[in-house]
């Protein structure tokens, strides 16, 4: 880190080390809550706001100065990089992400292609660059991408799914074919973070957002070997925030497979959470976004909970569960913001 990056609570909160008052961004926080990213939406498609570079970087800085949140993350999707791999990928408004033809089958992962980012994706790095360039300085930006088992059940499943019975069935019967497609998807995914770390973000999150649906043995058998070879591959300089949903049974593999910071849906509760991954590592979250939507002094009384789990201890960032949801009233956000930064402001002090 530079002088000025040391001095970012968000990066210092990564790296466990004490700051002013605990560091707080949110998971969708340039979502479709805001007014001003619904009207981008009623005349652009997501695909084209993800790839207009001009586009993403005003998303990206919608919610800066509105809410005072302590790092920015890049406007983009997880299933981005799949797209070049040679995959067809539509949003549509009913279904959400939609692949016509999935893949399940060994010739076609034969004929996925493993990507250059830089040439294939120019208009996310190219936004990465203009949002550092608006932001140099006040707060750092934050990378991502699906873990390879989240982008490989997406894959399969043709899109969102409620029990993964295909993802599992090519796992479980056809050990050869789901080997195939993890590896070309974790070295997909490595250049693909690697380049945004390139093109200038200062921290990155992999979102492994349906693991949850394995059990521990399965996380470890068909998934652990590829989400480590991801982190490892990473340069080592930027902090990496390893998150998962539904993932309490898991945490302790996923500690194991890398990250600096593991992030903590609200299923769990932070205190026995963060006592079970030992203290040698950061933990971000986990207010439920549900609480956003009930009364302001609600929200101010969870912060608090939250807060006090943390123990005021180096290493808390303060986030969501999950993202925020559509109709979640901006002035609740701009309530919690302002709850986090001042009552552990005033507890450390």
Not at 52 to 68: D, F, G, H, R, S
Not at 207 to 215: H, K, T
Request: with cysteine; hydrophobic share 40%; charged share 25%.
């Amino acid at each position: 880190m530079n002088e000025i990056e040391k001095q970012y609570p968000f990066l210092r909160a990564c790296r466990r080390q004490p700051s002013k008052y605990t560091p707080i961004w949110l998971m969708r926080q340039a979502g479709r809550y805001l007014k001003e990213y619904r009207a981008l939406r009623r005349r652009f498609s997501f695909l084209e706001m993800c790839k207009n570079p001009e586009l993403a970087a005003k998303v990206t800085l919608l919610p800066i100065e509105k809410l005072k949140v302590d790092a920015a993350i890049i406007f983009a999707d997880i299933l981005l990089p799949l797209e070049p791999m040679g995959v067809e990928l539509e949003f549509s408004k009913s279904e959400g992400p939609v692949f016509r033809h999935p893949i399940r089958e060994m010739k076609q992962i034969d004929g996925l292609r493993i990507i250059e980012p830089e040439e294939d994706l120019p208009f996310l790095m190219e936004a990465i660059r203009i949002v550092r360039g608006e932001l140099e300085g006040k707060i750092p930006l934050i990378g991502f991408s699906g873990a390879p088992f989240t982008l490989a059940s997406y894959l399969i499943e043709g899109g969102h799914s409620k029990n993964y019975v295909l993802t599992k069935g090519l796992m479980y019967q056809n050990r050869l074919a789901w080997d195939s497609l993890m590896e070309k998807i974790s070295e997909v995914v490595v250049r693909y973070l690697n380049a945004q770390v390139g093109s200038g973000v200062q921290a990155l999150q992999l979102f492994d957002s349906w693991v949850g649906c394995l059990s521990p043995n399965d996380y470890e058998e068909y998934v652990f070997p590829y989400s480590k070879k991801v982190i490892d591959g990473l340069d080592g300089n930027v902090p990496l925030i390893h998150f998962a949903t539904s993932s309490s049974t898991l945490l302790e593999r996923m500690k194991r497979a890398g990250g600096n910071v593991i992030g903590l849906d609200w299923r769990v509760d932070l205190r026995e959470a963060w006592a079970r991954l030992g203290y040698d590592v950061a933990v971000q979250g986990n207010l439920d976004p549900v609480i956003l939507l009930g009364p302001v002094d609600l929200v101010e009384k969870e912060v608090k909970r939250i807060l006090d789990s943390a123990e005021g201890r180096p290493g808390h960032i303060f986030n969501l569960g999950h993202g925020i949801l559509p109709n979640t009233p901006v002035d609740h956000v701009v309530a919690l913001v302002e709850a986090v930064h001042q009552y552990s402001s005033k507890s450390r002090s």
